[in-house]
């Protein structure tokens, strides 16, 4: 069955929605791009590609208030319409299993307020709190400090540590054919994946627009390696929308660096080779792995 948790702070809300309500699932969704239909942002539950074009449909013709509906499928449906800057279309979606229970008039109003604070949220809180807004992982510059953290804990304690860079390649290209949402879902879906294959202890951030990096206590290049082609060998692909078949993910170029537990790198230097051995793989036509040879 789908299942969806997304990570950080949006994902975590819909969740605790969910469970608060008592919801088959959420969803916020992103009407843009009107050429390639809905996009779903961030999920949480089962269900929503079977209820996305009604409830699409129902922010649509209700794009000022909260309104609520029964899906063909028995869902109990609600959405709660927005415009973010610039100009993008969307909103909240909830529902309940086939055949549940009604919206009551609590119910919507609890709807409404969760929709307004996750508005605030995307718009304004998540890069004020070092999250980037689109796939609620760490930004740039929350990532590097933290990992200049855990370095300097590693040190003191003589254990190495690695970190990789996760490239998308032909990014934009995709954006290109595939319009905005097919992007920004991809992008969503390569970092739930990357924070999947990490420890609880590990970090992962989104540090350019289509580059990932994760860091890894302890590792050592073999082991990175590993996980880099596990990563390189998945095959992704956007779900289907209303005219527009399955997309497959661009391939994935990688590069690792090590650090030493004698070495003086921070993570800044660290990502710079990380990104050099990357490239390296993009090159050489991308969809591969390598390890950055310069010491440390």
Request: aromatic share 4%; net charge negative.
């Amino acid at each position: 069955m789908e299942q969806q948790t997304p990570q950080g702070m949006i994902g975590a809300a819909l969740t605790e929605l969910c469970a608060l309500v008592g919801l088959e699932g959420a969803a916020i969704i992103d009407l843009t791009d009107s050429g390639h239909g809905p996009s779903l942002l961030y999920f949480s539950g089962s269900g929503a590609a079977a209820i996305l074009d009604e409830v699409s449909a129902m922010l649509i013709q209700h794009p000022d208030a909260p309104s609520h509906g029964m899906a063909v499928s028995g869902h109990a449906l609600m959405v709660c319409p927005w415009v973010l800057p610039p100009d993008r279309a969307g909103g909240l979606a909830l529902w309940r299993g086939p055949f549940g229970r009604i919206w009551t008039e609590c119910d919507s109003a609890l709807g409404a307020m969760a929709a307004a604070m996750l508005r605030v949220i995307l718009e304004h809180g998540p890069d004020e709190a070092g999250i980037d807004r689109l796939t609620g992982l760490p930004n740039r510059l929350y990532f590097l400090d933290e990992t200049d953290r855990h370095i300097e804990r590693l040190a003191q304690d003589g254990v190495p540590g690695t970190l990789m860079v996760v490239e998308l390649d032909d990014l934009d290209q995709m954006a290109l054919s595939h319009g905005q949402p097919a992007r920004d879902w991809m992008l969503v879906r390569i970092g739930a994946l990357i924070r999947a294959m990490v420890r609880p202890a590990d970090l992962v951030g989104r540090v350019g627009g289509g580059t990932f990096a994760a860091w890894f206590d302890g590792m050592d290049h073999m082991t990175a390696a590993e996980r880099a082609q596990d990563l390189c060998d998945r095959r992704i692909s956007l779900p289907e929308a209303p005219g527009r078949g399955v997309i497959s993910a661009p391939s994935l170029s990688i590069g690792i660096a090590c650090r030493s537990s004698q070495s003086e790198e921070d993570a800044r230097g660290l990502l710079l080779h990380a990104r050099e051995a990357a490239a390296a793989a993009s090159n050489e036509g991308g969809g591969s792995w390598r390890v950055w040879r310069g010491g440390g």
